[in-house]
């Protein structure tokens, strides 16, 4: 079971467990991280589950599509080159250890 670290808006680290069916939004979520609102479901509309990936895991997490980096332009606050919608992002046991720097609720 892949393991993900996010570090929520206040900097407290929580490390949690991810099932293969679930994304990174899904995983935060069942286990109460902080600023992952998820408020869309995952549908790639709300841009309240943006995080920004750790450097080192930027190639095996890959680039925003192009509906996904459109919503994060108009509705996320703090985007840079390593944003993601983490509901975007599907859990694989290649992203086992993955850090995900949580940014919060957009603008
Ligand atoms: S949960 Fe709404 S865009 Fe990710």
Not at 2 to 25: H, K, N, Q, W, Y
């Amino acid at each position: 079971m892949p393991r993900i670290t996010f570090i929520e808006p206040d900097g407290t680290v929580r490390t949690v467990d991810a099932e293969l069916t679930e994304s990174a939004m899904q995983a935060a979520k069942r286990n109460g991280v902080d600023g992952i609102i998820g408020e869309c479901g995952g549908s790639c509309i709300c841009a309240t589950c943006h995080c920004h990936v750790d450097k080192a895991w930027l190639d095996r997490v890959g680039p925003a599509g192009d509906i996904e980096a459109d919503l994060l332009e108009f509705e996320a606050a703090d985007v840079r080159p390593e944003s993601r919608l983490a509901c975007q992002i599907s859990i694989t046991d290649k992203l086992d250890g993955l850090v995900l720097q949580v940014v919060g609720p957009g603008r």
